[in-house]
């Protein structure tokens, strides 16, 4: 899958997710990322990418020209590579639609389908770019970042890590938080006993049944206590 990553800095990107399983997945060529330096389609000398908004307000503005600019040269690009599939075009601000599970689940669904993230600076950028480009609005929560590269880099996680081999064990994203509108429950390792504290007898019994069972009633009493709506959600798919 091909994600082309939109920003001021490309390099702040690249290096997040070059590390761990993702890094992993790009070497292995099971996921592609690309940071496209937005500067790079300026029309000045001085490669400025902002400028004053109109109708006055504080702070400064990303202008349309570079965005777009960008966004073309990353059509060119697949066009020349031979992908004739539309690419999908997320733009990531607080006043987008929250993204969830559900969303990533739909976006590593289409594996073929290259996609495209911009990532803001500054106080936002000018409403045209988001029109020419025909951006998704997505947000990673109700707070405000100095810029979109980390809220970017949630996308490409969320999203690439549901791909076949790039967890190693694809068992993996399907018992998990979220997994049927649940929570999921505590979790032990080695050893036995910590501090007083021990691992709950029914995970060393190797009653697979009963397990599955004491599993099953902790996501539903963590989920009902923390997350109420998603619980909701979980009653109503009963």
């Known amino acids: 899958m091909e994600f082309h990553i939109m920003t001021l800095f490309p390099e702040m990107v690249d290096q997040i997710l070059s590390e761990s399983i993702i890094g992993r997945a790009r070497k292995a060529g099971k996921v592609s990322v690309t940071c496209w330096n937005i500067r790079d389609y300026a029309n000045n000398r001085s490669r400025h990418v902002d400028d004053y908004?109109?109708?006055g307000g504080p702070g400064m503005l990303m202008q349309v020209d570079p965005i777009y600019g960008c966004y073309k040269g990353i059509l060119k690009d697949l066009e020349e590579r031979?992908?004739?599939e539309e690419p999908r075009v997320i733009y990531m601000s607080p006043k987008g639609r929250t993204f969830t599970q559900e969303r990533a689940v739909s976006l590593s669904g289409e594996p073929d389908v290259p996609i495209i993230i911009l990532s803001g600076h500054y106080?936002?950028?000018?409403?045209?770019?988001?029109?020419?480009?025909h951006?998704?609005?997505l947000s990673i929560g109700d707070y405000i970042l100095t810029g979109g590269e980390l809220a970017a880099c949630v996308i490409v996680d969320a999203v690439a890590r549901l791909l076949p081999g790039?967890?190693?064990d694809d068992d993996s994203s399907v018992?998990?938080?979220f997994h049927e509108n649940l929570l999921e429950c505590p979790q032990y390792t080695r050893p036995e006993e910590y501090e007083g504290l021990k691992v709950p007898e029914v995970?060393?019994?190797?009653?697979?049944?009963?397990?599955a069972a004491?599993?099953?009633?902790?996501?539903?009493?963590?989920?009902?206590e923390r997350r109420p709506d998603l619980y909701q959600k979980y009653r109503e798919s009963l």
């Open 53 to 55: 908004i109109y109708g």
């Open 82 to 84: 031979g992908i004739k």
């Open 123 to 133: 106080e936002g950028v000018d409403e045209r770019a988001l029109q020419l480009i």
């Open 135 to 137: 951006a998704e609005e």
């Open 166 to 168: 790039v967890l190693g």
């Open 175 to 177: 018992v998990e938080t």
């Open 203 to 211: 995970l060393l019994s190797g009653n697979h049944a009963k397990i």
């Open 214 to 224: 004491w599993r099953k009633e902790q996501s539903e009493l963590i989920t009902r």
